[in-house]
Nanobody, 120 residues
Framework: QVQLVESGGGLVQAGGSLRLSCAAS????????MGWYRQAPGKQREWVSS???????MYADSVKGRFTISRDNAKNTVSLQMNSLKPEDTAVYYC??????????????WGQGTQVTVSS
């Protein structure tokens, strides 16, 4: 059984910072890309940022220059440092990862989500 568990959400004022973390655990053989998505009320889930196994980051234009993604392959974790937060960043943030279980099957896994609220 593979699972992703996020932490680090909360309430912050505009201009502030938060750091999200996500840990993958269970019967894991390998992890490829890891990333973050978000879903605001009444909107579709959108991609925020991803990082390859080799550490190459990618960002949505809306967060470029403000968010930084990183990962620790030894710990099976991915983090998202969010700076200069704006009210429009308010959403539930979901961790996502492409994971190969020890049984040899690749799957696309999601965390349970963590709420980020930015007040104006």
């Amino acid at each position: 059984q593979v699972q992703l568990v996020e932490s680090g959400g909360g309430l912050v004022q505009a201009g502030g910072s938060l750091r999200l973390s996500c840990a993958a655990s269970g019967s894991i053989s390998s992890i490829n890309a890891m990333g973050w998505y978000r879903q605001a009320p009444g909107k579709q889930r959108e991609w925020v940022s991803s990082i390859t196994k080799d550490g190459a980051p990618m960002y949505a234009d809306s967060v470029k220059g403000r968010f930084t993604i990183s990962r620790d392959n030894a710990k099976n974790t991915v983090s998202l440092q969010m700076n200069s937060l704006k009210p429009e960043d308010t959403a539930v943030y979901y961790c996502n990862a492409a994971i190969r279980a020890r049984e040899g099957v690749w799957g696309n896994y999601w965390g349970q989500g963590t709420q980020v609220t930015v007040s104006s």
